[in-house]
């Protein structure tokens, strides 16, 4: 069934990277599944081979048969303008109340329409689904407070609908498919005060009754715990993460434990463990209490709401546990490979997520590593420890083994003297069986740590330094706060007071879960980023772990050489990072894009990286991204860069610094240039942060002249001398003009009118390439300056549909009259720009 898995596996990926008309993967499975009948008898390896590849073209078949299936209700798109529209709709995803700020709540709920109205015409029914933001301002007294809308409720609302957009970057999260997957087609927001709750139901029970489950869960864990414990037992037990903040988030991630954090398949099993031992404690027969192990287990998959990863690992769940009813318990490699094709077949779009390959994974590595190596080290030991009272049962032992259950009975009878012969027996067989399982942990964590690094990498851009510390501690705890905690629900349901005792123990396993995390966490080398590995390191990974897997059953030497391979492929991911992608011989300029902010990548004809601003979100209010973290760090992880040579900030508004504290600490840059520092929280932090690192602090004044590799870099504002004001002002930005050979490049951050006609009269800075001021707003880009610069080339850095109107038409006048070829973020998406000392190419990111 691995082999099977695998095949089917290959037939997806050819399904969906090499199209053909779905007649040929038809005609090629029955053709395949004939010539297997035929060869069964006679050429066994030929058939099974044969029969491989009829999984490969049915995977392939299964692909192209869902894509014509699937479709998703994009009936709303048309009226996604940004225009008001009058929508009915009702409930499908039950809303999460969110703090947006000191003066504002959020809701965040998923709603079907089912008419809108527009302009006050006709009704236009439809059923597109949508992701709506509700917001709700708290010093408007007069609006209705903020409820969370639940499960079938239909609701009258005044909303605002956009398309999903992703941010046009190489190494860019899809969200457009991530919720087209969720069947999703666009986003709304509506204030509270436009919502109006209609009569009537609309939904089906089933979703009806989990919401409701869902909700009286996380009511219930909240009645019993204070606010920080409740929030991490709802992330961990019930996967609701409505709760937890940026912060913890980062902590879980940092440290290598994010699979605690969230509900995953570690739940289940843990779960699946305990319902089973203490049914079998019970006296249950063995098949009753698989039954009701995997009826439990689903029970809680369809509470916690989570979605594919905690039905995939129930799944696999009941295929072990009735694999063990056919007495093939010790075929875990074949219940693998038939849960995951279970799984694909359902839905082969599963192949392509991280969790399913980073849970596929770990399963594999324990099935075929570990199990077989530790069946060959620790387990035979474990026989040591039974028949304590049978002198017969030490001549059926291995000679290691009974030597081992010899040497224990020394100690036993040496400490039989001191605490007695009830007392001894229990602490020799407790410690050696403790040992044994210390020994076991330990080899499995490091086992995962090595197998995971690869995709940890790739996908988070992590190098878990710390993981197997941090899991040593926090995995046994969570396994005691788990079961703790939903006996502690349990119970409370039926008498507060009894469930104060598992209570208790939950809160003292989630305490010491949150502080080894963020101890952990807080540790220098807990935070080295690494860029995407490079398609070699990728493919040595892989071999050394199928190599690994290949070893573990053959001689102690050939597995030693697996492991040993499996490791140092695991080492050489962070310590041979991939060299960065750069044109020698070439400037290059690349705007970002990140919405509405700013930020743009130089680099050098040697590879000398500098990175001016970080993006950010607009005004106080705040974002759900970290710009920086998930915006910029991804392109340049996409880029092989690890490390920036330096980084500066124009000047101190949150589009344009906001992401700064987390490109310091991502890539540790030597120097960050700064201009004029006015009183800003923002900019304190950035210096803090940038000192904490021991990243060397340059104030960059009007007048500074200096190479960075083979290029020149002025300073044209501001002045040493110039006025502060109370608070970032756009005319505080650090203007920079860069320059290769014959070709220049002029950066401007925010600069307006007044910085403009002071930098064209007193340094008349000629251009090949503007990038132009305050993302095209009128206030900006003068005459005066076009007139000097005299650019063949202009980029915007805006955000698409924008509720600033960027870029204005008049400066897109201006430059056209200035003969500059423009291009725009919010258009053409990440834009670069190289020039070789005297001509400018562009070239525009190829995203699907």
């Known amino acids: 069934m691995l082999w099977a898995a695998a095949a089917y596996c290959c037939g997806i990926l050819s399904g969906t990277y090499f199209w053909r008309p779905i007649e040929w993967w038809i005609i090629a499975a029955v053709v395949f599944a004939l010539a297997g009948v035929f060869f069964a008898r006679n050429r066994a390896t030929g058939a099974y081979a044969i029969a491989l ?42 809303g999460r109340l969110q703090s947006a700020g000191p003066r504002e709540s959020r809701q965040i709920l998923e709603i079907e329409a089912e008419q809108i109205i527009r302009d006050s015409g006709p009704s236009i029914p439809l059923h597109s689904c949508i992701r709506m933001s509700i917001y709700s301002n708290i010093s408007d007294h007069l609006a209705p407070a903020m409820r969370a809308f639940h499960y079938g409720e239909r609701l009258q609302l005044a909303a605002k609908i956009r398309m999903p957009r992703n941010f046009r970057n190489p190494g860019a999260f899809d969200y457009r498919g991530y919720l087209a997957d969720r069947g999703i087609a666009a986003l709304g927001s509506a204030k509270i005060a436009a919502i109006q709750v209609l009569p009537g139901f609309s939904g089906n029970w089933m979703g009806l009754w989990r919401s409701r489950l869902h909700r009286s869960v996380v009511a219930k864990v909240h009645e019993l715990w204070p606010a920080r414990e409740a929030g991490l037992i709802d992330a961990m037990v019930i996967g609701e993460d409505a709760f937890i903040d940026r912060d913890t988030r980062v902590d879980f991630q940092r440290s290598g434990t994010y699979h605690v954090l969230v509900v995953s398949g570690m739940n289940v099993s843990i779960l699946a463990f305990v319902i089973f031992w203490t049914l079998r404690r019970m006296r249950v027969n063995e098949i009753p209490a698989t039954i009701l192990t995997v009826l439990l287990c689903a029970s809680y998959a369809f509470i916690t709401e989570v979605g594919a990863p905690v039905w995939r690992a129930t799944l696999m769940c009941a295929v072990y546990l009735g694999t063990r009813l056919l007495y093939r318990d010790r075929g875990m490699t074949n219940a693998v490979g038939a849960a995951a094709m279970a799984v694909l077949i359902y839905d082969p779009r599963q192949l ?160 010491g879960i949150a502080g080894s995390v963020h101890g952990l966490s807080a540790l220098r080398l807990a935070d080295l980023r690494i860029p995407i590995p490079s398609p070699l390191m990728i493919l040595f990974c892989i071999c050394s772990m199928v190599l690994a897997m290949c070893l573990a059953r053959r001689s102690k030497i050939l597995a030693i050489v697996g492991l040993v391979t499996m490791m140092a492929a695991s080492l050489t991911i962070p310590s041979l990072p991939p060299s960065p992608q ?114 060397t602090v340059v104030r960059r004044w009007e007048g500074d002249k200096f190479a960075f590799g083979s290029s020149t870099i002025q300073v044209l504002f501001p002045p040493s001398d110039w006025s502060v004001g109370a608070e970032p002002k756009n005319n505080d930005s650090l203007v920079l003009r860069v320059s290769y050979g014959e070709s220049s490049i002029l950066l401007e951050g925010d600069a307006e009118k007044q910085v403009e006609r002071r930098v064209a009269a007193l340094h008349h800075p000629t251009a090949n390439l503007l990038k132009v001021g305050h993302h095209g707003s009128d206030n900006a880009t003068t005459p005066e300056l076009l007139a000097v610069a005299k650019p063949e080339y202009a980029i915007i850095s805006v955000g698409s549909g924008n509720s600033f109107g960027l870029p204005r038409l008049q400066t897109l006048s201006r430059l056209a009259r200035a003969g500059a070829r423009v291009y725009r973020t919010d258009l053409d998406g990440a834009v670069t720009f190289y020039l070789d000392g005297r001509t400018v190419t562009t070239s525009l990111a190829d995203l699907q």
């Open 53 to 94: 590849g009829t999984f490969v073209f049915a995977g392939a078949l299964q692909v192209e048969v869902r894509n014509a299936a699937t479709s998703l209700d994009t009936s709303i798109q048309p009226y996604a303008d940004g225009e008001e529209l009058q929508i009915t709709a009702h409930v499908i995803g039950d």
């Open 352 to 511: 392509f997520t991280a969790s399913f390959q980073m849970t596929f994974l770990c399963v594999l590595i324990v099935a075929a590593i570990g199990i077989p190596l530790l069946e060959r080290t620790s387990q035979p030991y474990r026989l040591a420890l039974r028949n304590w009272d049978s002198r017969d049962y030490l001549a059926h032992l291995p000679p290691p083994v009974a030597q081992f259950r010899l040497d224990l009975e020394l100690i036993l009878s040496r400490l039989q003297r001191f605490i007695g012969e009830k007392s001894s027996p229990i602490l020799v067989r407790g410690s050696a069986r403790f040992a044994l399982s210390a020994f076991e942990l330990l080899f499995v964590s490091a086992l995962m740590q090595m197998g995971l690094a690869l995709p940890t990498a790739y996908y988070f851009h992590r190098a878990t330094t710390i993981g197997m510390p941090a899991n040593l501690l926090v995995v046994p705890l969570t396994q005691v706060m788990m079961p703790a905690a939903i006996a502690t629900v349990v119970t409370g349901y039926l008498a507060p007071w009894p469930a104060k005792l598992p209570a208790l123990l939950t809160t003292l396993a989630i305490d």
């Open 582 to 695: 750069v044109h020698r011989a070439q400037l290059e300029m690349t705007s970002i894009d990140v919405g509405e902010g700013d930020s743009a990548l130089i680099v050098t004809p040697e590879g000398r990286t500098l990175l001016v601003d970080a993006g950010g979100p607009i005004g106080p209010g705040g974002s759900q991204l970290d710009f920086g973290e998930d915006v910029v760090s991804p392109y340049l992880w996409t880029r092989g860069i690890s490390r920036l040579d330096a980084v500066a900030v124009t000047h101190g508004h949150s589009d344009h610094i906001g992401g700064i504290p987390a490109i310091l600490r991502n890539f540790r840059p030597k120097e960050l240039w700064v201009g004029l520092l006015p009183p800003s929280p923002a900019l304190a932090n950035v210096i803090e942060t940038a000192q904490r690192l021991g990243i």
